[in-house]
């Protein structure tokens, strides 16, 4: 198991950015990829991106490419989400995720979850 944990959430205002990181630990050496995930008030849970650990190769939702990018530091077990261009519909509490195996954009593809942070953009 891998414990993950998220920092980096918070209040801006719609154009703004922010950084979200999210630390892994545990059992680091079986992770093949990390991904972000946020769920709106009312929402279910949607895919934001993921990035295979080892080759760096990143899948982006229509609704964030080009605005957010995905990046890990290998050394530092940690996978990072910047987001730029906020708008007020990016507002949620996002999650990261890790998968030990076969990986995707469904919720079930990943095993591990952090406790989520807020991301909150004003209009």
């Known amino acids: 198991q891998v414990q993950l944990v998220e920092s980096g959430g918070g209040l801006v205002q719609a154009g703004g950015s922010l950084r979200l990181s999210c630390a892994a630990s545990?059992?680091?050496?079986?992770?093949?990829?990390m991904a972000w995930f946020r769920q709106a008030p009312g929402k279910e849970r949607e895919f934001v991106t993921y990035?295979?650990?080892?080759?760096?190769?990143?899948l982006y939702a229509d609704s964030v490419s080009g605005r957010f990018t995905i990046s890990r530091d290998i050394a530092k077990n940690t996978v990072y989400l910047q987001m730029n261009m906020l708008k007020p519909e990016d507002t949620a509490v996002y999650y990261c995720?890790?998968?030990?195996?076969?990986?995707?954009?469904?919720?079930?593809?990943?095993?591990?979850w952090g406790q989520g942070t807020q991301v909150t953009v004003s209009s």
């Open positions: 995720a890790a998968a030990s195996g076969q990986y995707g954009v469904r919720i079930s593809d990943y095993g591990s």
């Open positions: 545990g059992r680091t050496f079986s992770r093949a990829a």
């Open positions: 990035i295979h650990w080892s080759s760096g190769a990143t």
